[in-house]
């Protein structure tokens, strides 16, 4: 194990020197005691370009400002990850990689690795990261799991009353953006609305949504309408597919949505299985605003420094 450490240790320092030898190293900002250079921008920009890569249609200052902003994020989540977890574990890291290509599409690692090598990405670096955000995750479950409310009995009914009806069911595959309350929100939702007109809502996912689905363009998925308020169940079932809806108030923001697309529910209900799916809805919706309240109050007591 020693030497597996001491080898990937290596990897990784003769890729930053290699990277180094090309171009001069600047430090672009510093989070606390953790210093954020234009090695960093460039490695990262290469993350988000996996994700997404429509982000290069944006200006260079624009993808500069999202990538230091994402690793601002990502050094945060990490100093408060070290003070529970004292170090990695490999397996589950390579479990965190095989769920990672599985959602983007892949059909099996060495496709996945084959990219990464196109695209000159370190697989050593990018374990690293997603193992920052599981653990996050963990962290967030354990501190908040026994303050998530949840009432069964009340979504056991809607999903009766639901199927008894006799209209058409339908479940919708959504992308978000969403906005916390701020003072000037019209100005930041003008902006956002100008910001999609120019370069699209998945750009604009990257570049405003608060939410952990930012850094895969605001992709929810597939949701049934059970899943759904009436009010959004209305809003997505006015909306034809790729259109955004104008920001809806929530409590804690705004949210706005796009509708990627959509099908009939053909299949009859396995009320066990809906219920446990809707369950599983709400305590992740609950848990990624526990995410945001508690990351948001880390980042009020870190120190930023930008270097202008």
Do not use: C, H
């Not at 890569?53 to 994020?73: G, H, M, T, V, Y």
């Not at 009432?151 to 009353?161: F, R, T, V």
């Not at 209305?234 to 990627?260: F, H, M, R, V, W």
């Amino acid at each position: 194990m020693l030497i597996k450490k001491i080898f990937t240790f290596f990897i990784l320092l003769f890729f930053f020197y290699d990277f180094a030898k090309s171009q001069e190293i600047i430090i672009i900002s510093k989070v606390d005691n953790e210093v954020i250079t234009n090695i960093d921008i460039e490695i990262e920009k290469k993350y988000l370009l996996l994700l997404n890569p429509s982000l290069n249609k944006i200006s260079e200052k624009d993808f500069f400002n999202l990538a230091k902003n994402s690793i601002i994020r990502e050094k945060i989540k990490k100093n408060e990850v070290n003070k529970f977890f004292a170090k990695n574990n490999e397996s589950v890291e390579n479990k965190i990689i095989e769920n990672f290509y599985i959602k983007l599409g892949f059909n099996n690692k060495s496709e996945f690795m084959k990219l990464l090598d196109e695209k000159k990405i370190n697989v050593e670096i990018l374990k690293k990261k997603l193992s920052i955000d599981k653990k996050w995750n963990q962290i967030i479950y354990s501190r908040f799991n026994d303050k998530i409310r949840i009432d069964k009995n009340a979504i056991k009914k809607a999903i009766i009353n639901y199927y008894n009806s006799k209209d058409k069911k339908y479940e919708y595959s959504i992308s978000e953006i969403t906005i916390s309350n701020e003072k000037d929100i019209n100005l930041k939702i003008n902006e956002i609305t100008k910001y999609i007109e120019k370069f699209g809502f998945e750009i604009a996912a990257n570049k405003y949504s608060n939410s952990e689905t930012s850094q895969y363009s605001g992709k929810i998925g597939w949701i049934k309408e059970t899943s759904l308020s009436k009010k959004i169940k209305n809003i997505l079932s006015a909306l034809k597919i790729d259109e955004i809806s104008n920001p809806i108030q929530t409590q804690n923001g705004y949210i706005i949505l796009k509708l990627n697309d959509k099908r009939k529910i053909k299949e009859k209900i396995d009320l066990k299985k809906e219920l446990e799916q809707q369950v599983k809805f709400e305590k992740n919706r609950q848990l990624n605003q526990f995410s945001l309240n508690y990351y948001k109050k880390l980042k009020k007591n870190t120190i930023i420094y930008e270097n202008k």
